[in-house]
């Protein structure tokens, strides 16, 4: 079984060429906002908030790649050739020629580094900080705490009203946190004016944690607005978890 298939005759893994949306400024205004030529395959499941921040990554920085479905529910993180990619059995995972990253962050930084377009994280090293310090954030106080594996952890051991108050408690934890680090330096987006490191994490997190978690935005003004502006934004829109190619039919 290769990469490329990581089919075994009891389940298909769905996969789809995605062409990455860009900003059509950027793309017209500054040349390096074009993306080099890549061949890049994303192991990916559409509800998973994680692999959702690295594609908007991608689409940001105009990254054309392979998705690759891998459906947590089914147990396809379980598969052997997918444990060689990722051995802690989670998504994201991401291939670019010989190189293997695993981790949204890992990724991100990566992609960052090696793809230049449309930078995530500014040269003002306060401004750097704050990004990598709301990403980390969402990354390790937030997501995993109330995340498909931990939910599956507490699925028979508490109620599901209590793992209801525990999501909430966390992601409430978390927002709270965010909004007092942003609220004064916020500008149309998290961090100023630009797309920036901080916004790839938090959209997905405030995407699920709304109708998952039934979290009242009306406590995190600058989160909500926030939320807002990347609702305008095709490059958010377009990795959205109903618009990826293993999202069930609403037909």
Not at 200 to 215: K, N
Request: with cysteine; proline share 6%; net charge neutral.
């Amino acid at each position: 079984m290769s990469r490329a298939s990581l089919n075994d005759g009891s389940h298909v893994v769905k996969s789809r060429r995605v062409l990455a949306v860009v900003f059509q400024t950027a793309m017209a205004s500054d040349s390096k906002a074009m993306a080099r030529p890549a061949n890049l395959t994303l192991y990916s499941y559409y509800w998973s908030s994680c692999a959702h921040r690295v594609r908007i990554a991608l689409n940001l920085k105009g990254l054309e790649y392979e998705y690759k479905a891998v459906n947590l529910l089914k147990g396809d993180q379980f598969d052997p050739e997918f444990e060689k990619i990722n051995p802690l059995k989670f998504v994201p995972a991401l291939v670019d020629g010989d190189v293997v990253v695993a981790d949204s962050l890992a990724i991100i930084l990566y992609l960052e580094d090696k793809y230049p377009q449309h930078p995530l994280l500014p040269q003002d090293l306060k401004k750097k900080a704050m990004n990598l310090q709301v990403a980390s954030i969402v990354s390790s106080s937030i997501q995993p705490l109330q995340g498909f594996f931990a939910r599956q952890f507490f699925e028979k051991k508490i109620s599901l009203d209590e793992k209801l108050t525990w999501s909430q408690y966390h992601v409430n934890k978390g927002f709270a946190a965010i909004e007092k680090l942003i609220k004064e330096i916020a500008g149309k987006y998290a961090t100023g004016d630009e797309v920036q490191l901080a916004d790839v994490f938090l959209a997905p997190q405030i995407f699920a944690g709304v109708p998952r978690f039934q979290i009242d935005m009306s406590l995190y003004p600058t989160l909500a607005r926030l939320n807002e502006a990347y609702a305008e934004l095709p490059a958010f829109q377009a990795a959205l978890p109903h618009r990826q190619p293993d999202a069930p039919s609403t037909s």
